[in-house]
């Protein structure tokens, strides 16, 4: 309904590009994409790779030390270190989950989700594309790298 509104009202139309923050505030409260944006900007992550940090948070879904799912795996992951402090560890987590986006989000979602979640890729892959669809952005399917 949101998404079908925002159309209408000229946020999202066929001649225009999707305003990523705005599609972002679809499926995120606004003070996490403020502080998620702060870490996009800062990394210079294009639009579809904003999208893209948008759309990890949404899926991994974290507790407050592992919002975007950084150092999930790991005990006493460098990423973790704000367990007690909302804002700092959303903006740690982010820069992080940015540095690793723009450095690796090279091939696509699939072979994306086999470095970012390798032990859960298909799962991760299936929730982040649901979302990344909100931005207009079709992946190309399960694609492996060449």
Same mark, same amino acid.
């Given at each position: 309904?949101? =998404? ?16 990523? #923050?705005?599609? *972002?505030?679809? =499926? ?17 992550? !294009?639009?579809?790779?904003? &999208? ?20 999930? #795996?790991?005990?006493?992951?460098? *990423? ?16 992080? &989950? ?21 032990? !859960? *890729? ?7 594309? =649901?979302?990344?669809?909100? =931005?207009?952005?079709? #992946?190309?399917?399960?694609?492996? *790298?060449?």
């Amino acid at each position: 309904m949101i =998404f079908e509104l925002m159309t209408m009202i000229g946020v999202m139309t066929n001649s225009m590009k999707y305003d990523i #923050d705005t599609v *972002a505030l679809t =499926f995120l409260p606004e003070h996490e994409v403020k502080i998620m944006s702060r870490a996009a900007t800062e990394y210079k992550l !294009n639009d579809k790779q904003r &999208a893209l940090l948008y759309c990890i948070r949404k899926a991994e879904n974290g507790r407050t030390g592992r919002e975007l799912g950084v150092g999930s #795996d790991q005990k006493n992951h460098p *990423a973790c270190r704000y367990p007690n402090s909302p804002v700092r560890s959303l903006l740690l987590q982010s820069k992080w &989950a940015s540095g690793t986006i723009k450095k690796r989000y090279i091939c696509g979602t699939w072979v994306f989700a086999l470095t970012w979640c390798p032990l !859960n *890729a298909e799962v991760w892959y299936n929730n982040v594309t =649901f979302y990344l669809r909100r =931005f207009g952005y079709a #992946d190309s399917g399960k694609q492996m *790298a060449k």
